[in-house]
């Protein structure tokens, strides 16, 4: 009998081997300025929005530089999933400053990416991904980052996803206290009313060894069709950084 680890696995999905499946990776990163608040691990340290009815994204910088034909970033792409949680994308021609409002009509957004930038190779400013409402802020992408990190996922319609690992750095930063830091992992189906989020794994990080601390998480997560996933940390000190990353394979159910 061959035995294959999670890593060989997801060598083997992200290559092309493994008919009906999909690779994925999830970043995320977040800066703590407020301790012992909750957040999901995303550049906009806040709680991405799930909402229950699809919307429109708008985008918009703070620099007149990151627009179609300027020296920062030009064009970004929106992947996600529509009303019927089937995965779609989307090509945003930013506008500088000016708002610029998409097409397409996303429930959730997975991943924000910049595709082809002028002379500075990246963004300029802040880029903010915005629903109808646009205090709900779906993702941010940081100056000179050209991606926003976002450690949230929901499993598509039709498929089964499996969480094969999770790694994280935590960092402290000038000023901030030698923090402990709890990373969860919460689960929850879709088009329930009022269901609680399940927690998968819950693994706290003592850092007051190290400025720097690297872990490992569990793994052997499954999650069926319609399953919101979020990362969350919790820092019980402000000027704390997370890296995050988790390794996500996506089969036909």
């Known amino acids: ?4 680890t999670n890593k060989d696995y997801f ?3 992200s290559s092309g081997r493994v008919a009906g499946s999909t690779a994925d990776i999830l970043t995320g990163f977040s800066f703590a300025a407020i301790p012992d608040v909750v957040y999901d691990i995303t550049d906009v340290a806040a709680d991405v929005p799930r909402p229950s009815v699809a919307e429109t994204m708008t985008v918009v910088s703070s620099s007149t530089a990151d627009d179609d034909g300027n020296t920062g970033m030009r064009t970004i792409v929106l992947r996600g999933l529509d009303v019927n949680f089937v995965e779609v ?3 945003i021609t930013l506008d500088g400053t000016s708002s610029v409002v998409g ?10 990416i910049g595709i082809t930038a002028g002379s500075l190779l990246t963004n300029d400013g802040i880029i903010v991904i915005q629903g109808t409402d646009t205090s709900d802020v779906y993702g941010t992408i940081l100056p000179g980052i050209s991606v926003a990190r976002i450690a ?3 499993i598509p319609a039709g498929k089964t996803g499996r969480v094969l690992g999770s790694t994280w750095d935590v960092t402290r930063q000038s000023g901030g206290a030698m923090p402990k830091i709890a990373v969860v992992a919460l689960l929850k189906t879709t088009g329930t009313p009022n269901s609680p989020w399940i927690n998968a794994f819950n693994t706290t990080i003592d850092s007051s ?3 720097v601390t690297s872990i490992e998480g569990p793994t052997g997560i499954t999650l ?3 399953t919101d996933l979020r990362f969350t940390w919790q ?3 402000k000027n704390v950084i997370i890296n995050f990353r988790s390794w996500l394979v996506l089969e036909d159910a």
Do not use: G, Y
């Open 152 to 154: 949230t996922r929901t």
């Open 103 to 112: 097409a397409v009509s996303f429930i959730r957004i997975h991943e924000i």
């Open 89 to 91: 994308t989307e090509l």
């Open 209 to 211: 060894v190290a400025n």
């Open 1 to 4: 009998m061959t035995f294959i």
């Open 224 to 226: 069926p069709e319609k």
């Open 235 to 237: 820092p019980d000190t």
């Open 11 to 13: 060598h083997e999905v």
